[in-house]
């Protein structure tokens, strides 16, 4: 091919992409979300006319503003609980010198391996009224109420121990990068450890803490497992439970979801403008020549190192209680997990594997038997159906985010004017609140009336499941774009001018050059945004539908019809097997990303070569 040849077909290349990114952006990420902001507006009051401000005056004189209060309590106390504690875990198991921190790092980590609605399942099964822990404590106390694990208390401290894994990822990262030379300087000085913490290396983490402060916040105001399992009034579960309602229920059920939707928009935008602004101020350490690697301090004084253990052994309680017992119990049967008492002889595999028949005495004293009552987590059709459909939805998106992010950041790097508004509308979704563009999906594509669709309505039968892998691509661009940029970083540039020398084209140069350098990174990406959709129980439940039931909504209707008539016997044990079946699943998907798929180019080859060797050797002999 001609060199004419080849600039054409890249110019053709690039108009298609350009239209391709133009169509992703206005038609599923500006579009629908302007839909939702203008549906507020138009509302027809009792004569049928338009009324613009019937929604908000609604808002001012209903109860809806209790949802947006209560948002914000949650938010504002999220962040003092979970800075507090999770800054605690870090210090306890990378700054102090403390017996068994390596024990205590694998249980503060246990939120890594499971979250969401499985987390918040596994936390009702030890507390809720008739709970493991809760049984324990009112036979302790006779006069204890057993419904003391609800509402907001409730939420707050399954919240607060659920959201400390971004500390012990990024905090960590950041307390392991402090200079020791300065902390030893302080201590010359004659500074004991807690001053040296407080003066010299809480200063050098603020960045970091600020930065985990605004998402806390996010967090908070956009939770929706806790609040809707456990029961409190938040904005989300209010939309969700909005979205699903009609006129004949309720008052413009639809706008007023809508309008809560761009309210928690609203806090959101500001949170993140704040925080940009923030990091671009820049914040600079300065540290010594030869940097040391931090040396763990001794904590001098016994009664403060007593006291110290305790605290952090109460919390590896915390955390490693629920995650130990839940195993237990996956493998206990169905009388046992009734009773909720561990049985010696009651070891099964029923939660996991099989089906049985389930006899029982009626108030007349007949016996009945129910077919196939109590099933297995992989004899369960609608537990299997919920992981297929997890699995597809799960892998789709993040497949196709990575796809999309890729090309993104080959375009970004050869174009810098206009590589920048690319850049900025990938980043767009991270300015809005999950709960909004996926409720503006469900509204915006409810229709036959959408013609950059074709016309389709995506919001009926299996058209969901589209629907569905498109708000998951989204809401993931950002993040994607965020760690796969960073890759594109450690490309030579010279590795492709030679390439091009050589006669090679873009897509050979990018296939057989750029890629197998950026494609650790890639791997990891899709391995974190997958590890993440595959129990994400927020934006399906915005889409609930048969065609559309994911993995979580299962398990979340396993807490609802455990016992209902007989039927269903032993939904709290495939509960179980189901909360350590995601456990398996992402451990072994952050084995593979932090474990092996963390070495480096160098450390691969060695591995290969090594494997090439004993083969080699097997051969021989």
Not at 170 to 180: E, K, V
Not at 269 to 286: A, P, Q
Request: with cysteine; glycine share 6%; hydrophobic share 50%.
């Amino acid at each position: 091919m001609t060199q004419t040849g080849k600039q054409s077909g890249a110019r053709i290349w690039k108009i298609l992409l350009g239209f391709g990114f133009c169509y992703l952006f206005f038609g599923f990420m500006l579009l629908p979300c302007l839909n939702t902001l203008t549906s507020i507006f138009t509302v027809k009051n009792a004569a049928g006319q338009t009324d613009p401000t019937a929604v908000i005056r609604f808002f001012l004189a209903g109860n809806m503003k209790n949802y947006v209060f209560n948002s914000l309590k949650l938010a504002v106390c999220l962040v003092i609980t979970v800075n507090v504690v999770g800054t605690s875990l870090v210090l306890l198991t990378e700054y102090f010198d403390i017996k068994g921190a390596k024990i205590l790092r694998l249980g503060y980590m246990t939120t890594l391996i499971y979250s969401g609605v499985a987390l918040v399942t596994g936390y009702m099964f030890l507390y809720d009224h008739d709970g493991i822990l809760t049984n324990l404590l009112v036979r302790a106390f006779p006069g204890m109420n057993p419904n003391w694990f609800s509402g907001f208390k409730a939420v707050l401290f399954t919240m607060t121990f659920a959201c400390t894994s971004n500390h012990m990822l990024f905090l960590r990262n950041a307390i392991r990068g402090i200079d020791y030379n300065t902390v030893e300087a302080a201590r010359n000085m004659g500074a004991n450890p807690f001053v040296v913490l407080w003066k010299v290396v809480l200063p050098t983490l603020l960045p970091t803490l600020f930065s985990l402060t605004v998402m806390t916040l996010i967090t908070g105001l956009c939770a929706m497992s806790a609040p809707t399992i456990i029961g409190y009034d938040a904005i989300n579960p209010e939309i969700v439970r909005l979205a699903g309602s009609t006129a004949a229920d309720e008052a413009f059920p639809q706008a007023r979801a809508a309008l809560l939707s761009v309210i928690l928009a609203t806090f959101t935008i500001i949170l993140l403008s704040v925080l940009t602004h923030y990091e671009r101020k820049g914040h600079y350490l300065s540290v010594s020549k030869t940097k040391a690697k931090l040396v763990k301090q001794k904590i001098n004084n016994p009664v403060v190192n007593v006291l110290v253990h305790i605290y952090a052994y109460v919390l590896f309680v915390i955390y490693a209680t629920p995650v130990i017992l839940i195993i237990v119990f996956s493998f206990q049967n169905y009388g046992a997990i009734k009773m909720k008492t561990l049985d010696p002889t009651s070891w099964t595999l029923i939660n996991y594997f099989g089906k049985y028949d389930f006899e029982y005495k009626t108030p007349r004293g007949k016996i009945k038997q129910t077919s196939e009552a109590v099933t297995g987590l992989f004899s369960n059709a609608r537990a299997v159906g919920g992981i297929k459909v997890s699995l597809l939805l799960s892998v789709a998106a993040a497949a196709l985010a990575c796809l999309i992010v890729v090309i993104a950041c080959t375009y970004i790097f050869k174009h810098k004017k206009s590589g920048t508004i690319l850049e900025s509308a990938l980043l767009f979704p991270w300015l809005l609140p999950t709960i909004l563009i996926c409720y503006s999906y469900r509204i915006f594509f409810n229709s036959n009336d959408v013609w950059y669709v074709f016309g389709k309505n995506l919001y009926l039968g299996k058209n969901v499941r589209i629907l569905v892998i498109l708000a998951y691509t989204v809401v993931k661009l950002p993040f994607a774009l965020r760690m796969i940029k960073a890759s594109f970083y450690t490309i030579d540039p010279e590795l492709e001018d030679a390439a091009k020398n050589l006669g090679s084209g873009t897509i050979r140069t990018f296939l057989r050059v750029k890629l197998p350098i950026i494609l650790p990174s890639v791997l990891a990406v899709f391995a974190l945004v997958f590890n993440e959709l595959f129990s994400e129980y927020d934006m399906s439940a915005t889409f609930h539908g048969t065609e559309a039931t994911t993995y979580a909504m299962v398990i979340k209707a396993m807490t609802q019809t455990d016992q209902r008539a007989y039927y269903n016997l032993n939904a709290a044990g495939r509960q179980c097997a189901s909360t350590v079946f995601i456990m398996i699943v992402s451990g072994l998907i952050l084995y593979l990303v932090y474990g092996v798929g963390s070495r480096d180019l160098s450390e691969r080859l060695a591995a290969k070569e090594k494997r090439r060797k004993r083969r080699e050797l097997k051969k021989r002999v």
